[in-house]
């Protein structure tokens, strides 16, 4: 499996790459990796390339790894990152380090917010409408993304907008067992919605709909509306804003205390959006309350935001795709081992590298001694 390859240093990061991909300028890091930009001299395309170095030595950060390469690998939407390759490694042996080649975009909806850009309302509606397409796709396959923040949303000059980030992406099934659907959280708190700081029986793809809430008040008031510095400032900020909950709505709060926490708390009126965002327009203000509802069974679905009539001029039922199929999460309900994890990643790279499926690998288990523990999961080597 030779290949010819080039080096380059970004952001501190050596990268070793095909030899047909030419740096241009790093773009940034974070917790999962470094990032850089980079034309493929053979097309001229100029390609985002994102470098997860020693990728098989924390299983969780693997399983994020995994998790958001199959998904941005299948999913086919205008409005979501697509993977364009995933480059191969010399040997199975020697794959330590994952390199994921996507689209390239110019900026994010972070960097537009925290600058001195003027936003139309015809921009604000543009974003909004762009976010709710591309999150009508991702339900219709039964995910929940569950991080959607400003920094997860890419923009090219046009304002074209993509969404990226799967890496904490679940199913959207209320009967699914959650256990640790919190516990992974490591992302900022402020897009969070209440239902998953309070323990609530079940969770909806409405989590994600107050994200977009949250970023929607941020991209009128160009600063986040609820910057809570802990668990519970953020629940007060919200409170604060919104105003008590009634009994109805904090009813379905599965945790005792939690519940008698949030009932115990002093009246609060709530605040005006109308205060808030003074330049926004009525029907703006109408679709950001029904986004930012307290209780998830009374907050506006997906499909009913791209109605609303702030989104009329852009909205059009027979161009909002949904997914074909649901996207198959099975790998999730087991503990996997590394060895497992680096099988499974192979698999992936094996959906873009056809040659390697000639490359034979040894039969793994995941049984206790390669560092499992719970359900023993099979690998399947299918690469549809």
């Known amino acids: 499996m030779e290949r010819k390859t080039t080096s380059f240093l970004a952001l501190g990061t050596r990268f070793d790459v095909e030899s047909h991909y030419k740096l241009m300028r790093p773009v940034g890091h974070g917790a999962y990796g470094v990032v850089c930009s980079a034309k493929n001299t053979k097309t001229g395309a ?128 209320p009967q699914e067992n959650h256990v ?35 970023i929607f008040a941020e991209i009128l008031g160009r600063k986040p509306i609820f910057p809570g510095q802990d668990y519970m400032h953020q629940l007060h900020l919200i409170i604060k804003i919104l105003g008590t909950p009634s009994l109805e709505d904090t009813e379905y709060i599965a945790n005792a205390k939690a519940k008698a926490y949030v009932r115990s708390l002093k009246f609060e009126e709530g605040k005006s959006f109308r205060k808030l965002f003074p330049n926004a327009s009525d029907q703006a203000l109408d679709l ?23 989104l009329a001029k852009l909205h059009d039922p027979n161009d909002e795709p949904v997914a074909k199929e649901s996207f198959d999460f099975s790998f999730e309900k087991y503990n996997l081992n590394g060895k497992i994890l680096k099988a499974l990643l192979w698999q992936e790279l094996c959906r873009f590298h056809l040659e390697l499926q000639k490359v034979k690998i040894e039969p793994i288990s995941n049984d206790s001694k390669s560092g499992a523990g719970g359900d023993d999961g099979p690998v399947s080597m299918d690469t549809s």
């Open 46 to 173: 100029k390609v985002a390339i994102k470098k997860i170095t020693k990728a098989f030595s924390n299983l969780t950060e693997t399983k994020r790894t995994l998790r958001e390469i199959k998904i941005l690998s299948r999913f086919q939407h205008e409005n979501i990152l697509k993977i364009v390759d995933i480059m191969k490694p010399s040997s199975f042996d020697s794959f330590e380090d994952v390199y994921i080649v996507s689209e390239l975009m110019d900026t994010d909806l972070h960097q537009i917010i925290n600058s001195n850009q003027q936003l139309s309302e015809g921009h604000v509606q543009y974003f909004i409408y762009q976010i709710l397409r591309g999150l009508k796709y991702i339900h219709s396959a039964h995910v929940l993304h569950r991080d959607l923040k400003p920094s997860n949303l890419l923009l090219n000059s046009n304002c074209d907008l993509k969404i990226c980030d799967f890496g904490l992406a679940r199913v959207a099934d």
């Open 180 to 214: 640790g659907f919190l516990t992974e959280y490591v992302a900022t708190r402020w897009y969070r919605a209440p239902e998953i700081m309070l323990s609530w029986k079940e969770y909806t793809k409405a989590i994600d709909v107050w994200s977009v809430g949250c």
């Open 288 to 310: 950001l309350s029904r986004m930012l509802t307290f209780s998830p069974k009374k907050r506006i679905t997906v499909e009913e935001a791209l109605k609303h009539p702030f």
